[in-house]
């Protein structure tokens, strides 16, 4: 395919599933674009997306905070209590001086999710006000790039395999921070599965571009 300049890019789309490339038509508030060989969801166009967006975000936000501020779990062995939460997780790692483990899980599982929630709402509140074009180009770019490293759900998984291992040396007792962390990851999971950066592009493009 010729393209006259770099500008024609911009109206391409290409399929997830099956690699084929699309060119971007407009469609109704509320329908989706489906590709043309594989019947893949291309794009979605939800006028209300930035509302739906920027709840999920602070929700999630709010999550994050409790997650990391009470006990994940409380450990009975032999008489002995044990509390643990999020941050201790991590700083026991550089205490035990595995440096190197230490820095992946402080980006990978607090530092990454905490930046993209926080960027999902700068995002999503200066989109719903229409403002800053530039800025949030600059955000969707830092997001593209961030989105990858985020791992809390793969962090999460591995609790539930510890917690199976532990309940047969002692008692083990559920904090709130772990129900906070579920419920963070679920959002977490939701909003990068169900909202692609993709869509983002394009309702960005409807509201600087389009009006």
Not at 142 to 164: C, G
Not at 198 to 205: A, C, D, G, T, Y
Request: with cysteine; glycine share 4%; hydrophobic share 55%.
């Amino acid at each position: 395919m010729k393209l006259e300049n770099e500008d024609a890019l911009d109206n391409l789309i290409i399929c997830q599933q099956c690699f084929t490339l699309h060119e971007e038509v407009p469609i109704k508030d509320g329908s989706k674009a489906c590709c043309t060989e594989c019947g893949g969801i291309l794009y979605r166009y939800d006028s209300k997306l930035a509302n739906h967006g920027l709840a999920l975000s602070i929700t999630g936000f709010i999550f994050f905070i409790l997650a990391n501020t009470f006990p994940l779990i409380k450990m009975d062995i032999l008489g002995s209590e044990q509390f643990i939460t999020l941050p201790k997780t991590v700083f026991s790692l550089f205490e035990n001086e595995f440096y190197l483990v230490g820095f992946l899980c402080l980006f990978l599982i607090l530092v990454f999710p905490l930046m993209i929630f926080i960027i999902n709402i700068f995002l999503f509140t200066l989109l719903k006000l229409k403002r800053g074009p530039e800025t949030t180009k600059e955000l969707l770019i830092l997001l593209s790039h961030i989105s990858p490293w985020s791992m809390a759900d793969i962090f999460f998984i591995s609790i539930l395999v510890a917690l199976v291992k532990l309940v047969a040396f002692g008692q083990i007792h559920i904090g709130i921070a772990f129900w906070a962390l579920m419920v963070f990851v679920l959002i977490d999971v939701y909003i990068t599965k169900r909202i692609s950066l993709s869509e983002l592009w394009m309702l960005r493009k409807r509201i600087f571009i389009e009006k």
